[in-house]
């Protein structure tokens, strides 16, 4: 018997300048597309990061009040890496993120302020690839952004952003889902690679509470593994993909 082919991913657009990334918590962009970022910064293209939670509730052995903190000076580290200065914190509660019109209206004003040609978050379904669970933050806030790029669009949706100064910006023209189990588009990770490692390990103490292993070891081990993985529906090249939704 032959092999079933495989089907490719197709290359991402590149016909816009700014990107907007929307994700729960501190470390979540650095595990799913790094590599990515670092490549559109790299063209002169602007990426902004938008999160939900500090990530406080994220390492049992600190309390939030410490926890927060620390890792928005990492994440702010983190981004640094891949050629992203602007980091804003939400300030939703880790761990009980609830999905509804406050977290959309927080995030549609996201999208107002940045006013992105692209939308980038996380995989908002129950699974990942139907073989580990998914965070309910995870899914509350791919779920989110993925409404509130329309409902930036809409002057009729959460009117009181219009009178805090944020008016309408119809401009996403793509949603882009990272760590979904059913991509369609692809980033070359070649170039970016290095610097994905880098980002992810400024999330140090929140790695060596994961793990016993080596950070470098463990960053570098997950990122290579994905990207090559990746990489075999993208012509061979390491690569970071997204499941696209068009607008």
Not at 73 to 83: D, K, L, Y
Not at 167 to 172: A, E, K, L, M, T
Not at 208 to 219: C, I, K, Q, V
């Amino acid at each position: 018997m032959t092999e079933p082919e495989i089907t490719q991913l197709q290359p991402m657009p590149t016909d816009w300048q700014r990107a907007l990334a929307v994700v729960a918590h501190p470390d979540d962009l650095e595990y799913g597309c790094a590599a990515a970022v670092a490549a559109w910064t790299d063209a002169g293209r602007e990426v902004a990061y938008v999160l939900a939670t500090r990530g406080e509730a994220g390492i049992d052995t600190l309390e939030p009040a410490r926890c927060g903190p620390l890792r928005e000076r990492e994440q702010r580290a983190s981004a640094a890496v891949v050629g992203v200065s602007k980091v804003e914190f939400l300030d939703h509660r880790d761990g009980v993120i609830e999905y509804g019109t406050a977290l959309r209206r927080d995030i549609a004003g996201a999208i107002r302020r940045h006013r992105p040609e692209l939308v980038i978050t996380l995989n908002h379904r129950d699974t990942w690839g139907g073989v580990a669970w998914n965070t309910p933050d995870h899914v509350a806030v791919g779920r989110a952004t993925l409404d509130a790029a329309g409902d930036a669009g809409n002057r009729w949706i959460f009117p009181e952003l219009v009178e805090q100064g944020l008016p309408p910006w119809n401009g996403v023209r793509w949603v882009a889902v990272a760590g979904s189990a059913s991509p369609t588009h692809a980033v070359d990770a070649t170039p970016g690679l290095e610097r994905a490692v880098r980002s992810l390990l400024e999330h140090r103490t929140y790695i060596e509470a994961l793990t016993d292993e080596d950070p470098e070891s463990y960053a570098r081990g997950f990122l290579t593994a994905n990207a090559t993985a990746t990489g075999k529906r993208f012509g061979g090249k390491p690569a970071v993909a997204f499941e696209v939704f068009s607008r």
